[in-house]
């Protein structure tokens, strides 16, 4: 991939979160904490999320970005903060399909 | 994420300065930290090394655990110069992850022919660096060998802080461009930064050889930033003196 010395404004996800907050959106941030073997984004990814479910960004190849949405949407409703975790040991996290073998802790937080 | 955090965070980002996000993933709080603030204790550790690596993570102190967030701008090398050595260089380096622009205003040598696939600007260091401003996370290399090309740019890339500096020519000749640059306003501190003669000292002898030097060198003094007394203790070993026109 190249590598750019500016920033990819229309695709970066947090530049995305700061023109929803000022949409008066309600936003959710999703971030990569902690990974193990091998994880397809590395820690400190971002996946944003706002009230509707829409998303930019992501925290693994696409695995479990679904679940993170939806988790998200919640974290928006309650303002709590979520730690997630998925990784080829938990039945859940196999659904969703983190099948490359890693494990990803995702840290989801309420911007606001 | 408190917006204010988000919004200095983007700003900051967008004027490609690092910062870090420092979260207490205890309680949710979170504070924007800037290169050269100064931080106590475990947790200032842990923050000027993830400034040098780039590394986000988890850290544990004051029996909290915080999560470091390590926004780093892109590093790129810019080659005063369109010359031989600028040809091996410009590829090495986008392989080794530096993106590079090359400025010469000679337009025999800054040709898209010679330089395919490289930001090339056929203009004085003055014109583009104005448009273009030079700042630390930028190294740059003035081969050029040409005061009236080589001088303007060295002087910017000093007063920008560029993490990397360097000059081709013998020692001879950089004893003559330090009388130019302190004329033009350079401290001595300021031109104690840069590497000249240029690159490591590893022998080089082609111009291929020499871009090898510089990019090792760039990239040594990249991985060292903060580290300054290893740094200058690396430098003095650094000497390539063959190669002078």
Redo the contacts between chains.
């Keep these: 991939m ?6 990819d404004e229309a695709r970066d996800p ?2 995305i ?2 023109g929803w ?1 000022k949409d008066g959106k309600d936003v959710a ?1 999703a ?1 990569v ?2 990974t193990w073997g091998s994880a397809p984004r ?3 990814s971002h996946l944003v999320i706002d009230a509707e479910g829409n998303f930019h960004g992501s925290v693994s190849g696409g695995c479990v970005e679904g679940a993170v949405v939806t988790e998200a949407v919640d974290v928006i409703d309650s303002g709590k ?1 979520k ?1 997630l975790e998925f990784g080829v040991a938990d039945e859940t996290a196999w659904q969703v399909g983190l099948s490359c073998g890693g494990r990803i802790k995702v ?1 989801v ?4 | 994420m408190d917006p204010y955090a988000l919004k200095t965070l983007n700003a900051e980002r967008r004027a490609r300065r690092a910062v870090i996000l420092v979260t207490d993933l205890g309680d949710g709080r979170d504070r924007i930290v800037r290169e050269g603030d100064q931080v106590a204790g475990e947790l200032g550790a842990a923050i000027a090394k993830a400034f040098r690596s780039g590394n986000s993570g988890s850290v544990e102190a004051e029996g909290r655990t915080f999560f470091l967030n390590a926004y780093l701008p892109q590093p790129r090398l810019v080659v005063i110069g369109a010359v031989h050595i600028s040809q091996a260089l410009a590829p090495m380096a986008k392989i080794a992850g530096y993106p590079v622009e090359i400025v010469d205003p000679r337009t025999a040598f800054a040709t898209a022919d010679r330089f395919p696939d490289v930001a090339l600007h056929a203009e004085w260091p003055e014109d583009i660096l104005k448009r273009q401003p030079l700042d630390s996370y930028t190294a740059l290399a003035a081969v050029t060998h040409d005061p009236k090309i080589d001088d303007f740019a060295l002087k910017a890339a000093l007063d920008a802080n560029c993490f990397y500096v360097g000059a081709l020519g013998s020692r001879k000749t950089h004893a003559k461009r330090v009388e130019r640059l302190l004329a033009l306003g350079a401290t001595a501190d300021q031109i104690a930064r840069i590497h000249a003669p240029i690159g490591l000292d590893i022998g080089a002898a082609s111009p291929a050889e020499i871009a090898v030097a510089i990019l090792a060198q760039a990239i040594q003094a990249f991985r060292l930033r903060g580290l300054e007394s290893t740094a200058s203790a690396r430098k003095s070993e650094s000497i390539l003196e063959k190669h002078d026109a």
Excluded: H, W
Excluded at chain 1, 109 to 112: C, F, I, K, T
């Design positions: 190249e590598n750019s010395i500016y920033l947090l530049i979160a700061e907050m941030i971030t904490v902690e590395p820690v400190g903060a730690m840290y937080e309420r911007l606001g």
